[in-house]
């Protein structure tokens, strides 16, 4: 079931936390994982150790140091993996950090660093490993594509502490909608998980105690829950599912409904809005229907 033998995974940022826990469930699988961590002395000697563990089990690995969102980090990334392997069928976008504060306290540098490097991050990728699938289908040849993307329930229901990443995990589902509408003419799927997960990035602050371990039972977010939606998207059996976003922890999967239209106004003179023609019909509707900032977490989410 779901077997992945001869297949080869990039995962980025998989060093540690859901990536680290990602990799070693595709090559569990009988994948060939190119581990991707940034290249900074405590991120690669992570990277280095995950390929360990994984070759202790009996799989395959490499690491490939370097910036998921550098254009010429990625290309030596496919590069090294197409030398190595001699293909590519998974692309698991996963790295990146936080930098949280809120809107009117967040620098040019803590924003754009942060989408650079969950936004960029996945473009660069994606973009290499559709183009590569791409050209390889039109070419004739048969092509395994599997493309996972990472976002955050913060892209739904926003983050107050965390505009920065919540709009670059926005950006992510919809680029990933994208790439799932023109690749399913060549079989290949992409798809966007939202987990949770005790990482590095929600250990801390915050999100401590709402991700802690408990004393005993079923550790619901052990990152290692996480793993197996992404190794059952990367299979085979999972073919027909694309264009699909779940959020996953623990032992559920909740798969997001399509966005569906709300109310609907129409102008009384069926041309352009007149103000009080408008706020007649706004009032009515929302002195009614009254509901509270949209959102659906009191602390952010990862
Ligand atoms: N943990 C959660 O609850 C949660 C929730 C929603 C989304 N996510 C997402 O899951 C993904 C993994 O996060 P995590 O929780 O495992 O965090 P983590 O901090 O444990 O792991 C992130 C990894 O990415 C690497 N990384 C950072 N910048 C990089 C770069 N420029 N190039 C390559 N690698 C880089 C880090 O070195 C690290 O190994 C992220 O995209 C995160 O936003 C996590």
Redesign the pocket.
């Known amino acids: 079931m779901s077997d992945l033998s001869g297949k080869v995974a990039i995962v980025?940022?998989?060093?540690?936390?859901?990536?680290?826990e990602e990799a070693m469930q595709l090559a569990s699988q009988g994948a060939r994982v190119v581990i991707?961590?940034?290249n900074?002395p405590d991120?690669e000697e992570?990277?280095q150790q995950t390929v360990e563990e994984i070759k202790a089990a009996g799989g395959e690995a490499i690491a490939v140091f370097?910036?998921?969102?550098?254009s010429e980090?990625s290309d030596k990334l496919f590069k090294t993996a197409l030398d190595t392997y001699g293909d590519i069928n998974i692309m698991v976008n996963?790295?990146?950090?936080?930098r949280d504060k809120t809107i009117f306290g967040m620098s040019d540098d803590e924003f754009d660093s942060v989408v650079r490097?969950?936004l960029r991050?996945h473009f660069v990728n994606m973009r290499n490993a559709t183009k590569y699938w791409r050209e390889k289908a039109k070419g004739g040849d048969p092509v395994y594509g599997r493309l996972v993307s990472?976002?955050?329930?913060?892209a739904i229901y926003g983050s107050a502490g965390q505009p920065n990443?919540a709009s670059a995990?926005a950006g992510i589902v919809a680029m990933t909608m994208g790439a799932a509408q023109l690749m399913i003419k060549y079989g290949i799927t992409c798809n966007v998980i939202?987990?949770?997960?005790?990482?590095?990035?929600?250990d801390a602050g915050q999100?401590a105690a709402m991700?802690a371990a408990p004393e005993d039972g079923f550790d619901v977010?052990n990152?290692e829950n996480v793993a197996p939606l992404v190794g059952y998207l990367a299979s085979p059996e999972a073919g027909h599912i694309s264009g699909e976003v779940m959020i996953v922890?623990g032992g559920e999967i909740t798969v997001l409904q399509r966005p569906t239209l709300g109310q609907s106004f129409n102008s009384s003179n069926g041309g352009k809005w007149q103000l009080d023609d408008m706020h007649n019909k706004m009032s009515e509707y929302f002195d009614e229907n009254h509901m509270p900032v949209w959102g659906g977490f009191s602390v952010p989410?990862?």
């Open positions: 980025t940022g998989a060093g540690r936390g859901l990536g680290r991707n961590d940034i900074l991120a992570a990277a370097g910036d998921c969102a550098n980090d996963n790295a990146g950090f936080c490097v969950h991050g990472t976002s955050s329930e913060a990443y995990k939202m987990p949770r997960a005790r990482t590095a990035m929600t999100t991700f977010f990152p922890w989410p990862g």
